[in-house]
T-cell receptor, first 112, second 111 residues
Framework: ETGVTQSPTHLIKTRGQQVTLRCSSQSGHNTVSWYQQALGQGPQFIFQ???????GRGNFPPRFSGLQFPNYSSELNVNALELDDSALYLC???????????FGSGTQLSVL | GDSVTQMEGPVTLSEEAFLTINCTYT??????LFWYVQYPGEGLQLLLK?????DKGSNKGFEATYRKETTSFHLEKGSVQVSDSAVYFC??????????FGAGTTVTVRA
């Protein structure tokens, strides 16, 4: 059984650029959630996808968008990057809407 | 909205010392409560959880009791090891299944 995998592990972008982060959910899991973890802070909920539909969104602007594919993998897209978008982005998968989340190791995004 | 406040760190302890990390929450309804742990270079892992008042979650020697009257979920371990060095996050989940996390507490255990 493979765990949650995220790619890339590290990424450097400049302000104004766009970025796509990828996540493969754990085998059998059809729900994916994305979190942003700024340095020294707890993770903040961005949004959740369940069976390819957005199923809840946190307090993030529309330039944060996502997709979930038929195989339940997911992408997080961020447009018009700002310096404050520099953070660790965590993906978590779960079986349906069950509360137990399995987290990936994250993608460290640096915006210069 | 839902929120979690946890004890600020960092916390430095000697091996075999007693560890307590305080956590209080604000939520509507009856949330589930969690402790997650983040080891260096790794993703978050669920350490323990409790889903209703007076439930005690336990794992790897760690314990936390869901106290509705004090809206608290303090984490305790009686004898820490060097391998317990990590960042610990208290979190809650309401009906919408999203997790609201505290800011995290860094724990360092010295041999």
């Amino acid at each position: 059984e493979t765990g949650v995998t995220q790619s890339p592990t590290h990424l450097i972008k400049t302000r104004g650029q766009q970025v796509t982060l990828r996540c493969s959910s754990q085998s059998g899991h059809n729900t994916v959630s994305w979190y942003q973890q700024a340095l020294g802070q707890g993770p903040q909920f961005i949004f959740q996808y369940y069976r390819e539909e957005e199923n809840g969104r946190g307090n993030f602007p529309p330039r944060f968008s996502g997709l979930q594919f038929p195989n339940y993998s997911s992408e997080l897209n961020v447009n018009a990057l700002e310096l404050d978008d520099s953070a660790l982005y965590l993906c978590a998968s779960s079986l349906a809407l069950d509360e137990k989340l399995f987290f990936g190791s994250g993608t460290q995004l640096s915006v210069l | 909205g839902d929120s979690v406040t946890q004890m600020e760190g960092p916390v430095t302890l000697s091996e075999e010392a007693f560890l307590t990390i305080n956590c209080t929450y604000t939520a509507t309804g009856y949330p589930s409560l969690f402790w997650y742990v983040q080891y260096p270079g790794e993703g978050l892992q669920l350490l323990l959880k409790a889903t209703k008042a007076d439930d005690k979650g336990s794992n790897k020697g760690f314990e936390a009791t869901y106290r509705k009257e004090t809206t608290s979920f303090h984490l305790e371990k009686g004898s820490v090891q060097v391998s317990d060095s990590a960042v610990y996050f208290c979190a809650l989940s309401g009906n919408d299944y999203k997790l609201s996390f505290g800011a995290g507490t860094t724990v360092t255990v010295r041999a």
